[in-house]
């Protein structure tokens, strides 16, 4: 089983930066795809940004588009969250998460929410204010 660990969140001012790491170990080589989700209190989850492991692959929600930037490191063992031009309305934990099965972490990225996933860090929370 994969494990993983967030790291990187904290205060920043509207505008500003962060990224995010997401440390993988364990049988990683099962896994193809990764993603980031956030939740902000009184929300539901949401998919910001997924990676494939394997291949090219990688979405992004619309609201962090042009701003987000996902990227994995040549050992595929760490995937980054770059965040630029931060908003209030960023503010949220965000999670990275895992699945083995096909094509289940690009769903819940995508949107579809009843896919759950069997794989999530601990969080890291990310707070955007002035």
């Known amino acids: 089983q994969v494990q993983l660990v967030e790291s990187g969140g904290g205060l920043v001012q509207p505008g500003g930066s962060l990224r995010l790491s997401c440390a993988a170990s364990?049988?990683?080589?099962?896994?193809?795809?990764i993603g980031w989700f956030r939740q902000a209190p009184g929300k539901e989850s949401e998919g910001v940004a997924c990676?494939?492991?394997?291949?090219?692959?990688?979405y992004y929600a619309d609201s962090v588009k042009g701003r987000f930037t996902i990227s994995r490191d040549n050992a595929k063992t760490t995937v980054y969250l770059q965040m630029n031009s931060l908003k209030p309305e960023d503010t949220a934990v965000y999670y990275c998460?895992?699945?083995?099965?096909?094509?289940?972490?690009?769903?819940?990225?995508?949107?579809?929410?009843?896919?759950?996933?069997?794989?999530w860090g601990q969080g890291t929370l990310v707070t955007v204010s002035s």
């Open positions: 998460a895992t699945d083995r099965r096909p094509h289940r972490v690009r769903g819940r990225c995508r949107g579809a929410r009843a896919l759950d996933l069997s794989v």
């Open positions: 990676i494939s492991l394997r291949d090219d692959f990688a």
């Open positions: 364990g049988f990683t080589r099962d896994y193809d795809d």
